[in-house]
């Protein structure tokens, strides 16, 4: 009798890892990952490609070609802690196919921009947007995968970034090389397309545990204010994260600026 009531009393064992073939058996990790594979190639090819056509078409200077990263990278800086806590009380599938939308009628204006002045404001209003898509992509990994699963979930998904950020630019340049840059632009309106089309055929639900909670009409902006400033206060108050955030923050953003450098030392 106590032997037996000592092992129900016992904690579970935890229940062992999911592989990545284990996550896209799942449905919807499958789709949100082959959507984020497809579209971050399109992005990748399209930036790539404005650098080309500002540092060997429009002749750019280096500060015009950092200011190519600078209007891509920094808006999500600021945009980014808002968009999650409104992500937070919007449909996740709305919000995921809406922003893949949004973001192929702005790739298609980079078609006809013809100044620097044009190129920085579209790659500005992408960033914006997808400050949006980030935080609803993220939500609806952990609402339908595992918890067992979010380590080979959330690999997959950097495997698709840095993939993405190896192949991109070579892609571009064969690209621009044989054919034109419009082409790096109109694959990448047409890789949002079928992001979009992915995400939408599939059934997307948000877990009542991560719904955040219901307020009136009345002090729905206050709510949003307080949820902002209990994340910012998280984050501040947590060394380890906080270093995190700055490092990552800060490093990506030295690379992004150093990085359209090199094509001003080809040209030059």
Same mark, same amino acid.
């Given at each position: 009798?106590?032997?037996?009531?000592?092992?129900?009393?016992?904690?579970?064992?935890?229940?062992?890892?999911?592989?990545?073939?284990?996550?896209?058996?799942? @449905?919807?990790?499958?789709?949100?990952?082959?959507?984020?594979?497809?579209? %971050?190639?399109?992005? *990748?090819?399209?930036?790539?490609?404005?650098?080309? /056509? /500002?540092?060997?078409?429009?002749?750019?200077?280096?500060?015009?070609?950092?200011?190519?990263?600078?209007?891509?990278?920094?808006?999500?800086?600021?945009?980014?802690?808002?968009?999650?806590?409104?992500?937070?009380?919007?449909?996740?599938?709305?919000?995921?196919?809406?922003? @893949?939308?949004?973001?192929?009628? %702005?790739?298609?204006?980079?078609?006809?921009?013809?100044? $620097?002045? +044009?190129?920085?404001?579209?790659?500005?209003?992408?960033?914006?947007?997808?400050?949006?898509?980030?935080?609803?992509?993220?939500?609806? $990994?952990?609402?339908? !995968?595992? !918890?067992?699963?979010?380590?080979?979930?959330?690999?997959?998904? +950097?495997?698709?970034? %840095?993939?993405?950020?190896?192949?991109?630019?070579?892609?571009?340049?064969?690209?621009?090389?044989? *054919?034109?840059?419009?082409?790096?632009?109109?694959?990448? /309106? =047409?890789?949002?397309?079928?992001?979009?089309?992915? $995400?939408?055929? !599939?059934?997307?639900?948000?877990?009542?545990?991560?719904?955040?909670?219901?307020?009136?009409?009345?002090?729905? $902006?206050?709510?949003?204010?307080?949820?902002?400033?209990?994340?910012?206060?998280?984050?501040?108050?947590?060394?380890? =994260?906080?270093? *995190?955030?700055?490092?990552?923050?800060?490093?990506?953003?030295? =690379?992004?600026?150093?990085?359209?450098?090199?094509?001003?030392?080809?040209?030059?």
């Amino acid at each position: 009798m106590s032997t037996a009531a000592a092992t129900a009393g016992a904690p579970a064992a935890p229940a062992a890892p999911l592989t990545f073939r284990d996550v896209l058996r799942i @449905d919807v990790m499958r789709n949100v990952w082959l959507a984020q594979v497809i579209s %971050l190639f399109g992005d *990748f090819l399209a930036l790539f490609a404005v650098i080309a /056509v /500002v540092s060997f078409r429009m002749n750019g200077t280096a500060a015009q070609l950092t200011g190519l990263q600078i209007a891509y990278m920094l808006p999500i800086v600021f945009v980014g802690p808002i968009a999650g806590v409104f992500v937070d009380r919007w449909p996740l599938k709305p919000t995921l196919i809406s922003s @893949d939308l949004i973001r192929a009628v %702005l790739a298609m204006l980079l078609i006809p921009s013809t100044a $620097i002045w +044009q190129v920085y404001i579209v790659l500005a209003a992408l960033s914006c947007v997808s400050a949006f898509f980030g935080p609803a992509q993220t939500v609806t $990994i952990r609402s339908h !995968v595992p !918890v067992n699963g979010l380590l080979a979930a959330n690999a997959l998904m +950097q495997l698709a970034f %840095l993939g993405s950020r190896i192949i991109g630019p070579a892609t571009a340049g064969a690209i621009v090389a044989a *054919f034109t840059p419009r082409v790096c632009y109109i694959v990448d /309106v =047409i890789s949002f397309l079928v992001s979009a089309a992915l $995400i939408g055929s !599939v059934v997307i639900r948000r877990p009542a545990a991560l719904h955040a909670p219901a307020g009136s009409s009345s002090n729905r $902006i206050h709510q949003i204010w307080i949820d902002m400033k209990q994340g910012m206060s998280f984050i501040l108050h947590h060394a380890a =994260i906080l270093f *995190f955030v700055l490092a990552m923050a800060s490093g990506l953003f030295t =690379i992004g600026c150093f990085a359209p450098l090199i094509s001003i030392w080809v040209r030059d």
